[in-house]
C-alpha cells in the first residue's frame, strides 16, 4: 500500500508568539508557519472557519496541529488542534438505491475503526430508482416540501444516523469525523446534493451536474464535523456512477496493461472494458431480478438467505445452505441463479425459461398459485416464516429478462470495442451481485460469457473500496478526474445491436449454442 | 485606464446541446464550454450554486452569459443568464469608524451607478475604536447577544441598508449586487467579519486575521446577491488596516519610481513612505481633533461646517466660509486647523498653544466656561442654532496633542528609514482630512512638515477608490497582496524616539525653529 496521502491531515506547527517585532495576524502566522510543511501552497481559510482556526492557535501557544484538507486547488486550512487526538476519523459511504454501506477510517493509520451498513429510506418512496425520480418531481404542496425535499432529507438523515453508529463503535462522536466520499449512482448524488433528478430518466439522459466539486459538511447539514471535506466521487453519466468510477479505480482497470472488464449489477448492469490507456463504457437495465427485489421471495445476501442451491439433474434432490446456516426467509440473487441453472440442468425448465411440470424427477414441487405455477424451493415445514419459499413462471421470466440483458449488454460493448470475450485478462464482477455468484451457474444461464472460470474475479463492495481509496490515496483522488475524462459512454437505451443481442439472449444459454461450448444442450424435442 | 478586469464577469457562451452521444451533465457541459474563455482554468461551482446554474443553462437553451468570480485560486462559476443585463453592478465600501461611504458601480463599463453614505450605527456603543473592542467583549446576558455580535449585527444591517440605497439610486434590486469590495481599520473588518477584537488595543497588538480569503455573501448575511463574491482588503496590523492599504493602491505609492509618502489622518494618523521597491509604514494616535470627534464644536466636513476661516492678524477680524455656504452649525477639522493658524500669527495663542485673553485685537472673543477659557468663533447670532460656535483650551489641548502626534509620527518614520523630508518626491494627503485641509496652515502649526506646497496632493477618500479599483482591476487585485508583503510595519506605541520628538513638537511651529524656516516665530517676552 502506497503512504498515507489523506483527504484531511494533522500538520505540526510550532511558531514564534508575536510580538512588537512580528505583528503578524494569528491566522497569518499560522498560514506562514504552514509554507513550507505545504510545499509552498498558501492555504485557504473559509469565513466560517477563521476566527476559531486563529482562536485555538493563540490558545494552543502556538504550536500544536493544524487540520489541512487536501483539495486539488489546494490546501485548506479549517482546524487547530493542541495534541494529536487518537484517531483522525472519516467516512466513506456507498450510497446505494436499496442499501447504505458505510465504512470508518482512521486517516492516521488507514485502519478501519468500524462499519455500518442501512437501507435507503428511499425505498417509501418507490423501491426502484425511477419511482424515486417521479416521486422528487412532485411539487411540494402549501404545507409540505417536494418530492426532491424529501428525498434529500431523507437520505442526509440516514447518513447522519449511520455517522452516528461509526462513531459510537469507535467510541468517538459523529462530528469527530472529519471528512466524508461518497460513491454512489448518479441519481443517489442527486438526490444526496439536493440536484433537479427530471432529465435523468428522459432521453438523452443527461444529469445536472456530473462532477460536484468539494464542499463542506455544514454546507448541507451534514452531522459530522461542519468543515469536514464532503468528496463525491464523478459520474459519467446518468446510468453510469460514481459508484462505478469508485470500481474501476478498486479494481485497477484503469491502469492495467492487459484489457480487463468490470461488471456491476444491481437493478442496472454497468459495465466498463479496457485498459490503462482507454476506458468504454455502458450501462443497461437488468432488472432487479438479481437484488432480489421482484422475485417474491426474493432478498438480498442476508442472514437467512439460500446463497447457493443445488438439484441433482437425475433425483430433483434439492439441497442449499443459507447464510448464516439459519432456516430459509427467503432467496438472493446467487441462490436464484443457481436454482435456475439447476432447473435448466435437470430439465425443469425448457430453454425459454419456462417450468416443464410433467418432469418426473420433481414430484409435488409444483403449485397452482394465482398468478401461475410455481416451485417449492422451500417447503413451508422447513423455511423461517412456516410458508414455503417459491419461485414463480413470473420471478423465472423476470430472471430471464435480466439474464437476456445482461449478455446483451456484455456482448454488445466488447463487439463495440472491437473485442471478442477471449481477448479479456480479467472480468472483475462488482456489487453484492459479485461476492457471492458462481460464474459457473451464471455461464450455465448464458448470462456470463464462457469462459475459464480463473478469468472471474469478485471484487466485493467496489463501491465503498473506491470510497475509502479516495479518503487515503491523492493518487487515486487524482485518477478519479482522469478516469472520468478517459471513458467514452455508450448509450444502449437506444442501441439497435444492443435490441437484436437482447433477443437471441432469451433463451438459455443462447440461441447459439457455438458461444456456449461448455454449456449441455437439450434438445426440446 | 486599463482595461476592465472586473472581479465578476460576464462570459459569453454557445454550446451544442445534449445529446445521446455526448451525455455531459448540464453543468460540466457549461463548464467545458468555459473552458477557453477562461484559459483553461476549470471553474469551480460552489454546491449552492450547482442546480441552480445547470437549470438556469438549461433553460436559456444553452446560451446566454455565464456569471464569473475572478478569484486568486481560479474562476469560479455562479450563476447563469439568458441575456445581457443593462448593468453588473458592484458595490464598494470605505467601511469607517463614524461613517460608511459607498459607491455602486457598472462592472460592464467600469462606471459609477450611485453613491451614498451612511453613519456606523456603532457610534452607539462607542465613538472611539477602543470603546468598541471593550463592548464587543461583553459577554451576552441569558437573553441576548455579546457584544461582538451586536456590534457585528449592526453594521451588516447598515451595510444591507446602503445596498438597498445604491440599487435604489440605480433603479435595481440590491439582490442585483454580484460583488463587494470592502476597505476598512483592522478593527471594523473584525466587525464585519465577526472576528474577536479582543488583542487588537493590547501589547503586541495583534489581529485574528490579516488577509481574510474572498466568501460568498450568503455566508455572512449580507442582502447583496448570496453568491456575490466579497473582497475584505488585507491589513498589516492592528493598526494598519485595508482601508491604508487601498490608499497605497489608489495613490499609487507602491509603483513609484521616487520616494513619497501617503498620510491618512482620522483618529489615527498611518503613514507610509516608500516606492515601488521597498514600503514602510507606521501608525499613531492622533486623537479624534481632526475628525470633530473631540472640539464641542466640531463636526465632520458637512454641510454647515465651517471648512475654512482667516483672522486678519493685524485686527483680528475673522472670516470664513462654510460647507454649502449655509450659516454656521460648527467647525470641521480643516477649519480648526485654520482657526489654531490663525490664532497663533494673530498672537491669540502662545507657542504652547495656551489663549493669550489679553491681546487687544480680539475684545469680547473670549469668554470664560465652567471648564475654562473658550473663544467665540461665531456669535450665538449668526449660527444656525442660535448658540454661539466656541472653541475652548480644552480643545485648543486636544488639538496640540493631534498636532505634536503627527509631526512626531512622520518625523520618526523618516528618519528610520534613513531619509529626511526634503527628499520626498509627493506627500499624499487622504482621508476627510486630505481633501480640505490647507496644508499651508498645518505647515504654520507645526503638523506637517515645511515643504514647498505643490509637493502635497490631497487624494480623497482613498479608501473608497482603492475598493473601486479591487472591482474593477485585477492588477490591482494581485499588486493589493504584493503591497502586504513588501510592507515593513514600525510599531509606535512603544517606540522610544517618538516619545522625544513627540515632546518638541508641541510647540507652535516646533521648539527647533530651523525645522520651519517659512514659519514667522514670535518671541514670547
Redesign the interface.
Known sequence: MSPLEPLVRLVPVQAQP????D??????RLRRALLRPLQDRWP?????R??LV??RF?QAGFAGLAVVNDLA??PELVDFLPERPAHLAAMALDLGTTHLEASLLDLLTGRCLARATRENPQIEFGADILARIHFAARAGNGAGEDGLNILHSRIIAAINELAVDLAGKALMQAADIRALAVAGNTTMVHFF????TY?LCR???????????P?RAG??GLGIHPAATVWVLP?V??YFGGDLIAGILASGLDQSEKTCMLIDVGTNAEVVVGNRDWLVACAGAAGPALEGGVARMGMRAEPGAIEHLEIDPESGALSYATIGGSAARGICGSGIIDLVAGFYLARLIDIRGKFRPTRAVAPGRFIEQPDGLAFVVVPASESASGRPVLLSQVDLDALMRSKAAMYAILSTLVNQVGLSFNQLHRIYVAGAFGGHIDPRQAIILGMLPDLPLEIYQPVGNSSLAGAEGILVDRGLRQRCHEVVRKIT?I?LN?NQEFMSRFSGSRFIPHTDHALFPSVPFFSET
Chains 1, 2 share one sequence.
Open positions: 508575536p510580538s512588537l517585532g505583528n503578524t495576524a494569528d491566522l497569518d485557504l481559510t473559509p469565513l466560517t477563521a476566527g486563529a482562536e493563540r486547488v489546494g446534493l439536493r440536484l433537479n432529465h432521453e438523452p439522459y443527461i444529469p445536472q451536474v456530473n462532477a460536484p466539486d464542499f454546507e448541507l459520474s453519466g446518468s459512454y448509450e437506444v
